[in-house]
């Protein structure tokens, strides 16, 4: 393939990863934004594929063996960390049950036993 | 493996990016979308190692140790309050992975001039630029949530046009790289001048706006990881990347709406400073405040027919969330109805409150949205507003020459009375007095919020 061709089809995708990504967050309820920040926070972490195609790659001068091991390091920091913390947020959820909109508002007592295994 | 499979494979892992980001909008299928992600980014990893361009393995698992190593102690051993700080210093390491392979991708192609196409320049430009930007920013919120430095805008006269010189100067070594120019200092140029224009970026901006500032950044690392794609040819990089750019943009846009202010104003507004206008706000009738005992406080909530619970960020520093549940269920014991109102920006990041409220098991329902919550203040006989203050001040309401004037707040003080939990007089985090605390419906209960709880719960025992 040309490199002309490639490049529109790199464009091609690109576009439509623009309208993808608003797309598909565009619901997004206020108690998961800090969730989904952390989350998308941790998939930006694929520049980690980037980082191991610089450090593997054969006949590295010293400069570019210490820049790609650095930034091996900073992805793979970028990548568990983000993941692990966005585990962590959402940890918080698990236990809940499946909301009930207002049924507190007329019976305050009503969900007492709804709490789950403490 | 050819590179047919490795693009397909990799096509796989871009699917369960996307289903992660729709799962993570979605609040009984978030932590499935998390682990979804995390398995294709696994599969996108040994796809890689099993490229034919990759000859050396070691180096690369030994850097993986040592960084997700990092990562995973970082992110285990970090408390619930200090998540968004963590959350900016995984975002800035990403951005700086992605300027340090643009640096030795250039570094590598570039020695003989001529050797570059200008979209792969252009890319290489523009990864390294955003990337150390976000990078160097990342870090000043970190330091900034952290505490290490001070959180108030730090302003000086002129500083709207040093930072613009600054962008100028990495621009300007971009474009004279991409227009043929491939020297090697241009590079170090660029990276600096756009490290130094991130950290004069974030400097300006008040603490309280961060989450906004780290939202935009997620994004930023998202594009440059998107370049570092354009560079390498690489699929994933650049559909990964991209999505993040984009629905980190709408995200970020979809949080200064929640505070009622432009994305324009959070970047550029140094909101939080100390200006006349704030010392127009403290203007608070010469009135005083009423401090009141816990045991004043606790017949005043048993008493009460309705309570409503307004958590703010004194609450998570205070760890009072599962005392302030069983605060609730005492008084729900007692008949009187419970529930809480969350502000869209109450804590430090949107959705802070409803996270801590959720760990100490508090019922979904009794978890009022700020529209939902605001009709009713009028018939609720206590607020009690445990170590919240900027989201209750009606100067947001009534004063014009105040800084938050504007952003929407929860109007505590239509309620009979109100009672707030505060460590002392010192104003919040975006440094703005508060009338509130001086109005007669309020009487204040200083102190530490969890050890204000628990003696309430005690005093509320005891009736």
């Known amino acids: 393939m040309s490199h002309g061709l490639l490049l529109v089809f790199e464009l091609t995708i690109l576009v439509l990863a623009i309208f993808l990504g608003f797309e598909v967050i565009s619901k997004v309820p206020t108690l998961l934004h800090t969730p989904l920040m952390s989350g998308t926070n941790a998939i930006h972490g694929i520049v980690i594929v980037g980082a191991m195609l610089v450090m593997g790659a054969g006949g590295k001068d010293t400069l570019t063996w210490v820049i790609g091991f650095v930034a091996v390091i900073l992805a793979s920091a970028n990548v568990v960390g983000g993941f692990v913390v966005t585990d962590r947020m959402l940890e918080m959820f698990k236990k809940r049950e499946r909301p009930r909109q207002n049924a507190a508002q007329d019976s305050p007592d009503a969900d007492v036993g709804d709490r789950s295994n403490e | 493996m050819s590179r047919t499979t490795t693009d397909l494979l990799y096509l796989v892992t871009i699917v369960t ?25 696994l599969l996108a990893v040994a ?35 200090a998540m968004p700080q963590m959350v900016a210093l995984f975002n800035g390491v990403g951005g700086g ?27 290489i430009m523009l990864s390294a630029i955003i990337g ?50 491939e020297q090697q200092w241009l590079m170090w140029a660029l990276l600096a001048c756009a490290a130094l224009f991130g950290v004069l970026f974030v400097l300006p901006i008040g603490g309280a706006d961060m989450p906004v500032v780290i939202s935009l950044l997620n994004a930023f690392t998202g594009l440059a ?88 960020y004194g609450l998570a520093v205070a760890q009072a969330q599962h005392d302030v549940r069983q605060l609730a269920d005492l008084l729900e014991e007692k008949g009187v109805e419970v529930s809480y109102a969350i502000h869209p920006v109450a804590g430090r990041m949107p959705g802070h409150m409803n996270v ?30 445990v170590g919240a203050n900027d989201v209750v001040n009606p100067d947001a309401r009534n004063n014009q ?7 929407p707040i929860l109007n505590v003080d ?35 919020a969890k050890d204000s709880i628990t003696k309430l719960i005690g005093d509320v025992k005891a009736l």
């Open chain 2, 17 to 41: 990016f996307i289903l992660a980001l729709r799962f993570l909008s979605q609040p009984d299928k978030a932590r499935w979308g998390n682990r979804i992600g995390a398995a294709g980014m």
């Open chain 2, 47 to 81: 796809v890689t190692f099993a490229q034919d361009e990759i000859v050396s393995y070691w180096e690369i698992v030994l850097g993986m140790a040592i960084g997700g190593g990092f990562g995973a102690v970082a992110a285990r051993r970090v408390k619930m309050t």
């Open chain 2, 97 to 123: 992975a992605a300027a340090l392979i643009s640096w030795a991708e250039f570094h590598r192609k570039a020695p003989a001039t001529g050797n570059l196409k200008v979209d792969i320049s252009l890319a």
């Open chain 2, 132 to 181: 150390s930007i976000s990078f160097a920013g990342s870090m000043v919120a970190f330091a900034k949530l952290q505490e290490l430095i001070q959180g108030r805008p730090i302003t000086y006269p002129g500083q709207q046009v040093v930072n613009a010189l600054v962008l100028a100067a990495a621009l300007a070594s971009g474009i004279a790289i991409a227009a043929g120019a």
């Open chain 2, 225 to 312: 990881a998107a370049a570092t794609g354009f560079e390498l040819e690489n699929n994933v990089l650049i559909v990964s990347g991209m999505l993040v750019g984009a629905s980190g943009t709408l995200l970020t846009l979809l949080m200064s709406r929640a505070m009622n202010r432009s994305i324009a104003n959070v970047l550029f507004g140094a909101f939080g400073q100390v200006s006349s206008h704030a010392a127009a706000a403290a203007d608070t009738d010469g009135g005083t405040v009423r401090s009141a005992s816990a045991e004043d406080v606790a017949v005043m909530l048993a008493y009460a027919n309705k309570v409503v619970v307004v958590p703010g």
């Open chain 2, 356 to 385: 801590l409220l959720a760990e100490a098991n508090v019922p979904y329902p009794q978890l009022k949205e700020m529209d939902d919550a605001n009709p009713e203040f009028g018939r609720t006989d206590v607020v009690l507003v």
């Open chain 2, 401 to 407: 020459g105040s800084p938050i004037y504007g952003m």
């Open chain 2, 414 to 448: 239509q309620a009979q009375t109100v009672v707030v939990l505060k460590r002392s007089m010192n104003p919040g985090f975006a440094g703005i007095e508060n009338p509130l605390f001086y109005n007669p419906k309020t009487v204040m209960l200083f102190g530490d």
